[in-house]
């Protein structure tokens, strides 16, 4: 059966170990007003909440917000072992603290909260801690997600199970609980969906899926919170280096022939593309030249997007 432990550990960065049913307010009592927004700092006094913060995508884009002046909240089930039959090992309490660590240098404020997406209450806790923390939320980056080995012949149905229940649940358990806080003008939402939200492959038929499921979730979101001015997109990356690409379609792969099965599937000459590639598509749309992009998908997957059909 799928691990579903409900998980309401919830931990502020600057803390030690916390109870379920206690969140140590680490920042809560530091003051002061919000740094001047500049051209360098064009998020100053913003706030982004980010699953899947501990390493990866959702950490590089930690850090370029934090860069651009944002505050940020971590989210991350920070446990190696927390979803049963992956190939690979999921983050550690240690990868989450140095998540902190980095956003932190760039002179911004930092919280960190371990939980798992699945775990709608431990989520919407932490973002009512961040917002009495930060004095808000302005942006939610859905970023957690898992790749696991499945195809249609064969079953897996936990691989179905447990890839729909994070990489689609999970989305949809960020957005809910950072809604009531991100009801706003200027406000945005992104998630990470995939290149394969628009394609298909046997053996990821279940991410494929997943992550064409995400596509709807994604504009259900833009129609529904367009109204109150606030955005909701998704990137679709390709070859992203990552423990999810090493550990899942990679699996077993040298670095050089990882590059190499990203050269042939890019059709740019570009190989596996650092996270910060992603993370740079973030901050745009968080920025304000995305205030008028809702309801989209941005692929970033070197040229891949000249050989699908629309």
Known sequence: MVDLERRGV?????????????????????????????????????????????????????????????????????KPDGVSGLRYRLSTPEDLAESVRLVEA???????????????AALAAAAKHTAAVFGGIDFVAAIAGIWMPSTLAEGHVDAWRNQYEINVIGVLNSAQAAMPHLRKPGARFVTINSMRARLVSDIGSAYAASKWAVTALMKSLAL??????????????????????????????????????????????????????????????????????SGATIDVNAGRSSTFAT
């Open 106 to 120: 760039e002179g911004v404020r930092a919280l960190s909260f371990q939980a798992d997406t699945r775990d709608a």
């Open 10 to 78: 919830l931990m502020a960065a600057a803390a030690g170990a916390a109870t379920a049913s206690v969140v140590t307010p680490a920042l809560a009592a530091e003051t002061g007003s919000s740094p001047a927004v500049s051209r360098d700092k064009p998020l100053a006094g913003k706030v982004a909440f980010i699953t899947g913060g501990a390493r990866g995508i959702g950490r590089a884009t930690a850090v370029e917000l934090a860069r651009r002046g944002a505050n940020i909240a971590l989210v991350d089930i920070a």
């Open 224 to 293: 529904a919170l367009g109204p109150d001015g606030v955005t909701a997109n998704a990137i679709a990356p390709a070859m992203v280096d990552t423990p999810l690409l090493h550990g899942g379609a990679f699996a077993g792969l040298t670095p050089q022939q990882e590059d190499k099965s990203a050269r042939e599937v890019h059709v740019l000459p570009v190989g596996v593309m650092p996270p910060e590639t992603i993370a740079g598509v973030v901050a745009f749309l968080f920025g304000p030249e995305g205030a008028n992009i």
